[in-house]
């Protein structure tokens, strides 16, 4: 920082086989007082990566679910203002100088929610239910803690007043449909223990009807068509996400009936 009056951040970031995009992104963090990566024990060049980058400090820590690598991340903090970005998330050069005067000037909120602009491979992904998307990305870590109730989908909780940052996060998270359908499965699995531990039982009706309605909702209401073929990809596949979390809340409860009919 080079007011001396700014508040000291702390960059966090959770990470798993981000080789793709993590150099991209450290190279743009030299703001940050410190780079706090927390790996879920990556087989790719993620960790060498890392380690080249003097302000990093690389942890490695078994991956439960989100909301608790991300509260394990804030608590290896040193300092009290935390950025917390996905690897995939690429900061403009509007954005950083905006994060740079929010910190030397801060008097009011504990937390700022950040608009993103979604890429489909190399193109800026308009609608299809993205375009209000916002989320917490900077916020004090004293008034600040993520609901481990939420295995996925993290919900940042607040304890003071929240504010925006007017420039937008760019953030590379369909890099391509089978990456995507890959990360869809995996949410919807965690989505599906969620619910499990909430006591939600399948319904047929919803497992019938949800899936649909999100992509009705999604393509139509929410303009997805305007995107074009990508939109039908990424509509589908949001679509397919509550498909699978049916599908695994199924086989938990099952689960749970076999051993209660084994004891």
């Given at each position: ?95 950083k100088q905006e994060i740079i005067e929010t910190l030397q000037n801060n008097k009011t909120y504990s937390a700022y929610f950040f608009e993103r602009i979604f ?145």
């Amino acid at each position: 920082m080079t007011n001396s009056n700014a508040e000291k951040l702390s960059v966090l970031i959770i990470t798993l086989n981000e080789e793709k995009h993590l150099k991209t992104l450290l190279s743009d963090l030299d703001f940050a007082d410190e780079i706090v990566i927390i790996d879920s024990f990556s087989n790719d060049r993620t960790e060498i990566i890392a380690k080249s980058f003097p302000k990093v400090k690389f942890i490695q820590n078994k991956f439960e679910n989100f909301s608790v690598q991300r509260n394990f991340a804030i608590s290896q903090a040193k300092n009290d203002w935390i950025l917390f970005l996905d690897a995939d998330e690429v900061l403009t050069p509007e954005l950083k100088q905006e994060i740079i005067e929010t910190l030397q000037n801060n008097k009011t909120y504990s937390a700022y929610f950040f608009e993103r602009i979604f890429m489909f491979e190399s193109s800026v992904l308009k609608y299809s239910g993205n375009q209000t998307d916002k989320i917490f990305r900077l916020f004090d870590k004293k008034s600040a803690r993520y609901d481990e109730k939420r295995l996925v989908h993290e919900k940042l909780i607040v304890d003071g007043k929240i504010g925006s940052l007017k420039n937008k996060l760019i953030h590379h998270s369909y890099s391509s449909y089978h990456d995507y359908k890959e990360k869809i499965i995996f949410y919807g699995k965690f989505k599906a223990q969620e619910k499990f531990i909430k006591k939600v039982k399948p319904s047929f009706i919803l497992k019938l009807l949800h899936p649909s309605y999100n992509f009705l909702y999604n393509y139509f209401i929410r303009l997805g068509f305007l995107d074009g073929k990508k939109g039908i990809f990424i509509c589908y596949l949001n679509a397919y996400c509550i498909v699978i979390r049916y599908r695994e809340l199924k086989k938990l409860w099952k689960q749970d009936q076999d051993l209660i009919s084994k004891t």
